[in-house]
């Protein structure tokens, strides 16, 4: 199978309040298609993993790759270019744009690669929207729902470029039951119709292990 | 560079947040509006005061001073070239109050192709008289018909025109303050006598007021045959020739090689009048100063609120950065409402300074300095409305380049991490 995201040894370090080594020698890959969640506890570093990942932190040694090619070292323009066009991301506080409607939440990325038309790029948010069940809400204010939609919003946000990996941090932590079942079930078949490789950092059990692989950290490694 | 989405995102925060917005806006509009106002009505007013000493002065006055010797006789003499020669109670050298071969002179200046005009002037020392009281006085006696073309006597003539004078033998414009204190009007007849005795009747076919309460006691204007009949005098007589340039700054010279050529008096404008440039600069400099002032405090109020937006907007700053826009596009998303609120404010502004001009424009103002003036007096300059946007445009592009840097190198990680 093709690697889609894979690291190197990558080393990390806080500078501050105190010199802190959050993770240490991390070398790991997932696979097309997979469905893998990273577990640990509180300062475990599986977070810091996972911005890394995301390339938004680019303070580390080591090496990244995506689909192959090496990220560590490229400009933030590039980055953010990578980012908006092979990442999607979720977080665990559904980050929305409060003053933009729903739809617009949702486009605003696909503007940004402008590789379509506007008309494509409304037709495409449609129908991420439909296909999570929250068509009816396109034209509401985002500020105006609620978690549950929310969270909706922000994955069809993140799939809106069809991106080679979706990133959670977290993405269940702020919902109920319900609707982290929701989500979940929303992940499974992304990965089971689409082919999509998903990388989910979570504190819970029973999610977890439904994936198809779990990474467990402590104290910055990676458990075998 | 993605213009739509960028901007599609600027305008959305500035209308959310439509009361900063506005306050921003209206601080950018009040600065430009009170530049424009400010600038018009100053140009409007140096313009005025220029055109008064301007078109009062001639650029070269030639006249014949009245001056002793400079060498005295003894000095001649190579017997007393060792002493120390004192000569007291010295004496105005001898000589006519004309100036010499002035015809050929005025010839020759009026086919200069420097010289816009020159007109020739006579000048008399006259008592106007009123029964049995005598007011000394002068009267000049002038080509009316050139003076008209190169100086703005006509706006200074009221009652009357100069037109009158010029088709009337014997017609006075009489100084207003003497034609009060005469009780004279137009129509009405003055006796002149002359410093030799003898009396002229003329008639007063207009009052001249040039706002200057000495000349205006004193001075009155005759046609050039007049008064050198009244002082039987031949044509040729005249005491005075007043130039005018095409190019004020060639008066300097011109004065001085006139001084060689004809051994006469040729005082040039600056020399006349060496204030009247230092008081325009001081006023542009000070309209300048209170303009600019105006535009930091409003360049002020513009970053003030971009800040705030900006901290408010933490966050989806962190979102923006998330979903792939660069530093880059998050800066010009910011810097593009500064400039947005910069270029509304600014076009506002230049529309409220242009009204209120306007309204300056057409409010009443009279003064004696000026008897045809009835209103303030603008300048409606292109040129200050482009200076005035560009300035709105320079202020908000600094004011706006600070917040939007700082929103540029937010760090995403932290604001995610951190709640």
Same mark, same amino acid.
């Given at each position: 199978?093709?690697?889609?995201?894979?690291?190197?040894?990558?080393?990390?370090?806080?500078?501050?309040?105190?010199?802190?080594?959050?993770?240490?020698?991390?070398?790991?890959?997932?696979?097309?298609?997979?469905?893998?969640?990273?577990?640990?506890?509180?300062?475990?570093?599986?977070?810091?993993?996972?911005?890394?990942?995301?390339?938004?932190?680019?303070?580390?040694?080591?090496?990244?790759?995506?689909?192959?090619?090496?990220?560590?070292?490229?400009?933030?323009?590039?980055?953010?270019?990578?980012?908006?066009?092979?990442?999607?991301?979720?977080?665990?506080?559904?980050?929305?744009?409060?003053?933009?409607?729903?739809?617009?939440?949702?486009?605003?990325?696909?503007?940004?690669?402008?590789?379509?038309?506007?008309? +494509?790029?409304?037709?495409?948010?449609?129908?991420?929207?439909?296909?999570?069940?929250?068509?009816?809400?396109?034209?509401?204010?985002?500020?105006?729902?609620?978690?549950?939609?929310?969270?909706?919003?922000?994955?069809?946000?993140?799939?809106?470029?069809?991106?080679?990996?979706?990133?959670?941090? +977290?993405?269940?932590?702020?919902?109920?039951?319900?609707?982290?079942?929701?989500?979940?079930?929303?992940?499974?078949?992304?990965? +089971?119709? +689409?082919?999509?490789?998903?990388?989910?950092?979570?504190?819970?059990?029973?999610?977890?292990?439904?994936?198809?692989?779990?990474?467990?950290?402590?104290?910055?490694?990676?458990?075998? | 560079?993605?213009?739509?989405?960028?901007?599609?995102?600027?305008?959305?925060?500035?209308?959310?947040?439509?009361?900063?917005?506005?306050?921003?806006?209206?601080?950018?509009? %009040?600065?430009?509006?009170?530049?424009?106002?400010?600038?018009?009505?100053?140009?409007?007013?140096?313009?005025?005061?220029?055109?008064?000493?301007?078109?009062?002065?001639?650029?070269?006055?030639?006249?014949?001073?009245?001056?002793?010797?400079?060498?005295?006789?003894?000095?001649?003499?190579?017997?007393?070239?060792?002493?120390?020669?004192?000569?007291?109670?010295?004496?105005?050298?001898?000589?006519?109050?004309?100036?010499?071969?002035?015809? !050929?002179?005025?010839?020759?200046?009026?086919?200069?192709?420097?010289?816009?005009?020159?007109?020739? $002037?006579?000048?008399?020392?006259? %008592?106007?008289?009123?029964?049995?009281?005598?007011?000394?006085?002068?009267?000049?006696?002038?080509?009316?018909?050139?003076?008209?073309?190169?100086?703005?006597?006509?706006?200074?003539?009221?009652?009357?025109?100069?037109?009158?004078?010029?088709?009337?033998?014997?017609?006075?414009?009489?100084?207003?303050?003497?034609?009060?204190? &005469?009780?004279?009007?137009?129509?009405?007849?003055?006796?002149?006598?002359?410093?030799?005795?003898?009396?002229? @009747?003329?008639?007063?076919?207009?009052?001249?007021?040039?706002?200057?309460?000495?000349?205006?006691?004193? $001075?009155?204007?005759?046609?050039?045959?007049?008064?050198?009949?009244?002082?039987?005098?031949?044509?040729?007589?005249?005491?005075?020739?007043?130039?005018?340039?095409?190019?004020?700054?060639?008066?300097?010279? &011109?004065?001085?090689?006139?001084?060689?050529?004809?051994?006469?008096?040729?005082?040039?404008?600056?020399?006349?009048?060496?204030?009247?440039?230092?008081?325009?600069?001081?006023?542009?400099?000070?309209?300048?100063?209170?303009?600019?002032?105006?535009?930091?405090?409003?360049?002020?109020?513009?970053?003030?609120?971009?800040?705030?937006?900006?901290?408010?907007? &933490?966050?989806?700053?962190?979102?923006?950065?998330?979903?792939? %826009?660069?530093?880059?596009?998050?800066?010009?998303?910011?810097?593009?409402?500064?400039?947005?609120?910069?270029?509304?404010?600014?076009?506002?502004?230049?529309?409220?300074?242009?009204?209120?001009?306007?309204?300056?424009?057409?409010? @009443?103002?009279?003064?004696?300095?000026? @008897?045809?003036?009835?209103?303030?007096?603008?300048?409606?300059? %292109?040129?200050?409305?482009?200076?005035?946007?560009?300035?709105?445009?320079?202020?908000?592009?600094?004011?706006?380049?600070? !917040?939007?840097?700082?929103?540029?190198?937010?760090?995403?990680?932290?604001?995610?991490?951190?709640?």
């Amino acid at each position: 199978m093709k690697q889609v995201l894979a690291t190197k040894h990558i080393d990390k370090y806080f500078h501050k309040p105190k010199e802190f080594h959050v993770l240490k020698d991390i070398s790991m890959a997932v696979e097309q298609g997979e469905f893998v969640s990273v577990m640990g506890k509180s300062g475990s570093g599986k977070s810091t993993l996972l911005y890394i990942l995301s390339t938004m932190d680019t303070d580390y040694t080591g090496e990244l790759y995506l689909n192959d090619k090496l990220i560590t070292g490229r400009s933030q323009q590039e980055l953010a270019r990578v980012r908006n066009q092979n990442i999607g991301f979720v977080f665990q506080f559904h980050y929305l744009l409060s003053e933009f409607s729903v739809i617009e939440n949702v486009m605003l990325p696909a503007k940004k690669l402008a590789e379509k038309s506007h008309a +494509e790029i409304e037709h495409d948010a449609m129908e991420k929207l439909k296909m999570l069940n929250i068509g009816h809400l396109a034209e509401q204010r985002a500020s105006r729902i609620s978690g549950g939609e929310k969270q909706r919003v922000a994955i069809a946000r993140a799939l809106i470029n069809r991106p080679t990996i979706l990133m959670g941090d +977290e993405p269940t932590g702020n919902l109920d039951s319900h609707n982290s079942e929701n989500v979940f079930d929303i992940f499974k078949r992304l990965k +089971e119709e +689409e082919g999509l490789s998903l990388l989910v950092v979570t504190h819970d059990h029973d999610f977890a292990k439904r994936t198809d692989r779990i990474i467990e950290m402590e104290d910055g490694r990676v458990l075998e | 560079m993605n213009w739509k989405v960028i901007l599609n995102i600027a305008k959305t925060h500035l209308l959310t947040k439509i009361k900063s917005t506005a306050t921003a806006t209206l601080g950018v509009t %009040f600065g430009i509006g009170a530049y424009i106002t400010l600038i018009s009505f100053m140009t409007g007013l140096n313009t005025l005061l220029d055109d008064l000493i301007l078109n009062q002065t001639p650029h070269i006055h030639i006249y014949n001073e009245i001056e002793p010797s400079k060498k005295q006789p003894i000095s001649m003499f190579t017997d007393f070239e060792d002493a120390f020669n004192v000569v007291s109670s010295v004496r105005p050298k001898q000589g006519q109050l004309k100036i010499h071969n002035a015809l !050929p002179i005025l010839n020759k200046l009026k086919k200069d192709k420097n010289v816009k005009g020159a007109t020739p $002037q006579v000048r008399a020392q006259i %008592f106007y008289l009123a029964g049995s009281i005598e007011l000394g006085g002068s009267l000049v006696g002038v080509d009316i018909r050139e003076e008209v073309k190169l100086s703005n006597i006509g706006a200074y003539i009221f009652n009357g025109s100069p037109a009158a004078l010029g088709n009337s033998d014997n017609g006075i414009l009489i100084g207003s303050g003497v034609a009060e204190k &005469m009780s004279l009007t137009v129509g009405d007849r003055v006796q002149i006598g002359t410093v030799s005795g003898s009396v002229f @009747p003329l008639k007063i076919v207009g009052i001249y007021q040039s706002g200057i309460a000495e000349v205006d006691n004193q $001075q009155s204007f005759a046609n050039l045959k007049t008064v050198q009949r009244i002082l039987g005098e031949v044509n040729s007589y005249i005491t005075d020739i007043n130039v005018k340039l095409w190019d004020i700054e060639k008066a300097v010279p &011109m004065a001085n090689r006139l001084e060689e050529q004809y051994a006469i008096k040729a005082k040039d404008i600056n020399e006349a009048n060496a204030q009247f440039e230092t008081g325009t600069d001081i006023r542009n400099l000070i309209t300048y100063a209170v303009s600019i002032a105006l535009l930091i405090v409003a360049g002020f109020g513009i970053y003030n609120i971009l800040n705030m937006l900006i901290y408010e907007k &933490m966050k989806d700053i962190a979102i923006l950065k998330a979903t792939g %826009f660069s530093g880059r596009d998050v800066q010009l998303i910011f810097m593009s409402q500064a400039m947005l609120i910069g270029t509304v404010g600014g076009l506002l502004g230049l529309l409220v300074g242009f009204l209120l001009s306007v309204l300056i424009d057409n409010a @009443p103002f009279e003064t004696d300095a000026m @008897p045809t003036l009835t209103t303030y007096p603008v300048s409606f300059e %292109f040129n200050y409305y482009l200076i005035g946007i560009i300035f709105a445009l320079i202020s908000t592009f600094i004011a706006g380049y600070l !917040p939007s840097k700082k929103a540029k190198n937010i760090d995403p990680v932290e604001i995610i991490r951190g709640t």
